[in-house]
């Protein structure tokens, strides 16, 4: 790692409102220059190469937030803040990644890490956080001040507005519903445990579901042509064009995932019973109306008498730019804060 003990940064004082929001995957890294309004003004992309040391991933990420600025003809000074949505566990406060098992990150000072690079402020957040903060100030949850953001996908992952503001916990892990249990003495998930709703209801889980349905038990299905042969990494939108042709052994996968989905959502409404809960990522893009609507009956069944009452159960709205918007919008309340 280069030197971190780098001076307290000043504000940037720009022209216009622009700051830089940044989605970071273990296989790529997008950045966009955002302005005011939550309007992508620009974009960049580049591979993540998560193989390599954590200061040379640093520093594609720089590069591509530098590209970004000079594709919105911008120079770094007119840059307000930088917000960026990593995976795993982190210190939001500190913007360290305590451990992103796709990238074999452990203790990584981003944030720090970041400024000393590019000399602009930079606020580190989960990328599951950052997409459910995005989703609250610009997307399905506007206008609302309790919310849960769940994302399927790879994994299952979630994020918590209370009264209007991210909700970190104790720990700054709040909003792991992928690992609540919904299955006693189910699949074995990533994470250790038995039955988490990410061991039976993401991308991964059901996969290994369709695997051992198509080639163990030799059940037939037009699944494999529809992903080119490969049922190892399935894409969502195989798995929907196979629901939508009355593939029988993909439906019944499917139906299982909504049903715990729903089992999650009642569960979460009877804790917590916010205002609305929004369902993103890939899997639930892909899938669409009739998926979210199996979903919402059987939270309708699990959750107490009355708690689901005034609960909105919606789909995401801002699709593949609520990683960069979100982040942007981190970056943007965390100048408010530190403006006050």
Same mark, same amino acid.
């Given at each position: ?16 409102? !622009? ?14 220059? %955002? ?5 992508? =003004? ?54 360290? %990644? ?48 309790? /919310?849960?953001? =769940? ?8 994020? =918590?507005? /209370? ?17 609540? *249990? ?51 990494? *399935? ?18 996968? &499917?139906?299982?995932?909504?049903? !715990? /989905? ?11 019973? $916010? ?29 107490? $008498? ?7 159960? %919606? ?18 309340? &965390? ?6």
């Amino acid at each position: 790692m280069t030197n971190t003990q780098t001076q307290p940064l000043e504000m940037t004082i720009a022209t216009e409102d !622009y700051v830089v929001g940044v989605d970071m995957g273990g296989t790529k890294i997008l950045a966009a220059v %955002v302005d005011a309004e939550g309007k992508i =003004i620009s974009h960049s992309k580049i591979a993540t190469r998560a193989e390599k040391e954590p200061d040379q991933v640093i520093d594609r990420i720089a590069r591509c937030i530098g590209e970004a600025i000079e594709q919105a003809h911008l120079e770094a000074s007119q840059i307000h803040a930088i917000g960026i949505g990593a995976p795993g566990p982190l210190d939001p406060e500190r913007g360290i %990644v305590i451990f992103a098992p796709n990238l074999d990150w452990s203790n990584v000072p981003l944030k720090a890490e970041l400024e000393s690079r590019l000399g602009i402020p930079t606020f580190v957040d989960n990328d599951v956080n950052v997409g459910t903060l995005g989703e609250h100030v610009l997307g399905a949850g506007r206008g609302v001040k309790n /919310l849960v953001g =769940i994302f399927v996908g790879t994994g299952v992952g979630g994020g =918590i507005i /209370l009264n209007g503001k991210l909700f970190h916990g104790a720990s700054k892990t709040a909003g792991e519903v992928g690992h609540m *249990i919904v299955k006693a003495d189910g699949p074995r998930c990533g994470c250790g445990n038995l039955g988490c709703l990410e061991a039976v209801a993401s991308r991964t889980a059901i996969a290994k579901q369709l695997q051992k349905a198509i080639l163990k038990k030799k059940k037939k299905s037009i699944l494999p042509k529809l992903n080119d042969g490969n049922l190892d990494l *399935i894409r969502s939108k195989a798995l929907a064009e196979a629901v939508r042709r009355g593939d029988k052994v993909t439906t019944k996968v &499917m139906r299982r995932a909504a049903k !715990y /989905l729903g089992i999650g959502v009642a569960s979460i409404v009877n804790f917590l019973n $916010p205002e609305m809960i929004v369902l993103g990522g890939g899997v639930i893009e892909a899938m669409g109306d009739s998926f979210v609507d199996q979903i919402r009956r059987v939270a309708g069944e699990y959750a107490l $008498p009355n708690t689901m009452n005034g609960v909105q159960i %919606v789909t995401a709205k801002l699709g593949d730019n609520a990683g960069v918007i979100g982040a942007a919008v981190l970056a943007r309340e &965390m100048l408010n804060e530190m403006s006050k």
